[in-house]
């Protein structure tokens, strides 16, 4: 079983930066996909970036080079940069790991962007 521990989130003003991290507690032997997801209000949850265990890095459109994924692997954790934040930034933002048969979900940690 793994736990995932987000936190980082807050209030920013719009051009500002927040990095948001996810600690899993546990076991992530196999782990071969971390995410960040977020979801605003009234809004499906959109898949925001990803990391495979080699490195390979993806972005939704909107977030390419504003926000940057990485992952420390001696801490078992997974951060997101944030840069430029925008006021459509504002949502939950939900961390991911996946593992064959396995996935596991962070609890949320809530961003907004607002001056």
């Known amino acids: 079983q793994v736990q995932l521990v987000e936190s980082g989130g807050g209030l920013v003003q719009p051009g500002g930066s927040l990095r948001l991290s996810c600690a899993a507690r546990g076991s992530i032997d196999g782990i071969y996909i971390m995410r960040w997801y977020r979801q605003a209000p009234g809004k499906e949850r959109d898949l925001v970036a990803s990391?495979?265990?080699?490195?390979?890095?993806n972005y939704r459109d909107s977030v390419k080079g504003r926000f940057v994924i990485s992952r420390d692997s001696a801490k078992n954790t997974v951060y997101l940069q944030m840069n430029s934040l925008k006021p459509e930034d504002t949502a939950v933002y939900f961390c991911?790991?996946?593992?064959?048969?396995?996935?596991?979900w962070g609890q949320g940690t809530q961003v907004t962007v607002s001056s």
């Open positions: 990391i495979t265990r080699t490195g390979s890095t």
């Open positions: 991911y790991m996946g593992r064959s048969g396995f996935d596991y």
